[in-house]
């Protein structure tokens, strides 16, 4: 599975940005998606996941009223939709796929098999 993160780019504190995960080499269908981002110095964080076909959401308190993942199957293609921007919000984003996730570890990062390049989001204030 190959995924390629784009989207990403610089935007004042209350803007929004869509970032898109395009993926190709498995039915796409299939896997757990999730988005992940990392701020300098700092671990990555779990920011959003959605589920294989009925596509069940899980965010993180942290951005859960302001970001929202969805997923378009026919396009290979993962979404992350951002507003109210906040200069926390400030990190390079990451897209992963695993196909054998479960509910409990999704918010794991080293359960994800596949990831993309990542993508830089930068929040003026």
């Known amino acids: 599975v190959q995924l390629q993160a784009s989207g990403g780019g610089l935007v004042q504190a209350g803007g929004s940005l869509r970032l898109s995960c395009a993926a190709s080499?498995?039915?796409?269908?299939?896997?757990?998606m999730a988005w992940f981002r990392q701020a300098p110095g700092k671990e990555r964080e779990f920011i959003a996941a959605i589920f294989r076909n009925a596509g069940a959401t899980h965010y993180a308190d942290s951005v859960k009223g302001r970001f929202a993942i969805s997923r378009d199957n026919a396009k290979n293609t993962l979404y992350l939709q951002m507003n109210s921007l906040k200069p926390e919000d400030t990190a390079v984003y990451y897209c992963a796929a695993d196909f054998n996730l479960i509910l409990s570890s999704v918010r794991t990062p080293d359960q994800y098999d596949y990831w993309g390049q990542g993508t830089l989001v930068t929040v003026s204030s």
């Open positions: 080499g498995r039915t796409f269908r299939n896997s757990v």
